[in-house]
């Protein structure tokens, strides 16, 4: 299979862009369909029904609008940036106790306001929580347990002092993928640590991890990630969330979130492709999860993402088209 065809099913199984931009969620598969904003419309109605006629037209003609063309300006924008989006938003509910173990409660509201209970399962859970510093040096994913009326929690330990960004990466059932992002502060003495530097090779215990592939910005980016433990490839990785590896990257500066999955394999290692397609130039910290002997590792980076030659660049990926 040549590459445009690979990317192409890669695009519409997986939708490998941040948030959802530049349309991918949109526009293809179940997510596309938009019952959030009809409740939002049904809700704006009966709050408005005092206003005018030529207001309620208006209204209309803008709802319809949302429904006709696809909201380029939100699709755009990189998931994670936002607390709140699409009528949905991040609340965190717990203070954070630097270096002890926090029982973190949370919960996502939904366009009526009341926290979001329906998920549609995406690689094997119904949320992902991801907390990250905002120095990009620690990292941690877990998975939070929800009470049936929506709230919430997770054990969650943060080492150190400091400003952390929390991002919880879910799909409300019947509507679109999304990665919402809030603000967690430890207290306490903060000496941000600076960027790790450029690097193609992570270690993490007896497992070191090596990075093919570049980063360009409008393209889809072939990521190859090789396990190998004591100097022997690892040709026996155990799936994890439905796959052999987890990768997570987050541009340095803002945040940005950009979750990628990678290319279904039936071989467990030592190679994980992933397509990865980046919103800019900058550097980005790469986060991997994989799992051997049953314990969950994390290989980390720190890449940079250039423009790369114009000429030889490949198009942007199909996104299923
Ligand atoms: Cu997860």
Redesign the pocket.
Known sequence: MNTAAKLGSYALGLAVVFGGALGVGRAVGPVAQKPPKESHAAMAESQESQESQENQKSHESQERQEHDTPKQASSDTPGGLQVSENGYTLNPLTPIETGKATDFRFTVTGPNGRPVTDYQVE???K????VVSRDLTTFL???PEMTPDGIWSVGLTLPEAGAYRAFA?FAPTGGEKLTLGADLQAAGDYRPKPLPESSRSSKVGDYTVSLDGDLVPGRASKLTLTVSKDGEPVTDLQPY?GAYG?LVALRAGDLAYLHVHPEQSEKAGPRITFYAEVPSVGDYRLFL?FKHGDEVRTADFTVRATQGDADAAEPSAPHGH
Do not use: A, E, R, T
């Open positions: 690689h094997d859970k949320l992902h929580f991801i994913h877990v998975h990466d969330l987890h999860d």
